[in-house]
């Protein structure tokens, strides 16, 4: 039987939910403890890499998510001036907040100007990037002078730049408070370290958040359905709503580029079957 997207959003949420519930159900009922969620979930366009920027707006939709952040896949970091208005007016259109940009590479500093000049034209409220760490005093200048916040994303193993968020944090933790982190936590996984532990220790500069699972804790463990991976969610949901995390939770799913959608459905569904869950712990 052929499912729709919204089916396999529904199904996975609702699994998802009894599985929670059903865990309470011998306990003695009591009145569930408010606890504010206030974070939104949304989507990194580069899940949706190998199709267009109207499917990747369109289907974002689909999913009832208002939240996108663009890699240059779908608004070119050299885009005209008309071409960035025109992005971004399919955007408001849809009424997707583009909240940000990246990943973005800056090894120079004109490669810097680019970015801050990109993301002014665009409306974006922070750069997601990985700026040569010589270039950090010259970055930490843009945000004050473009009020636009940096968030430096870590990939893991093999990355010499940001293996993790830690790596980022020694360097920018006594610049500008806008200078922080976009916390990856399946590069984070991949290290074997905790992403719940790097949120609760790095908070004060925690930004953003790539979601996403992973088939094993080592160096090649690869991004899978959220849920079906070994990623501690129940533990990893709770540290953000009892730290008060209110940035973008964004799904960035790697796997399946020419064929993400019912897995980038399936991780929608899981995540919001969970935080149907609350406010009371499971």
Known sequence: MKLTIQKTMLLASAFIFLLMTSCNCDKKAEAPKKRDIKFKLGIASYSLRKFSVDTAIAFTKKLGIDEISFKSYHLKLDATDAEIAETVQKCKDAGLDLYAGGVIYMKTEAEVDQ???YARK???KMIIGCPDHELLPYVESKVKQ???RLAIHNHGPGDKLY???ESAYNLIKNMDPRMGLCIDIGHTTRIKRSPSQDVSEF???VFDIHVKDETKADSDGTTCEIGRGVIDFKTFLNTLIDHGYSGVLELEY????DDPFAGMAESIGYLRGMLAAYPIKF
Not at 254 to 257: P, T
Request: overall charge negative; charged content about 35%.
């Open 203 to 205: 908070f004060d500069r």
């Open 254 to 257: 790697e796997k399946d580029g």
């Open 163 to 165: 293996p993790s968020a």
């Open 146 to 148: 473009y009020d636009i």
């Open 122 to 124: 665009a409306g974006m």
């Open 115 to 117: 970015a801050f000049e």
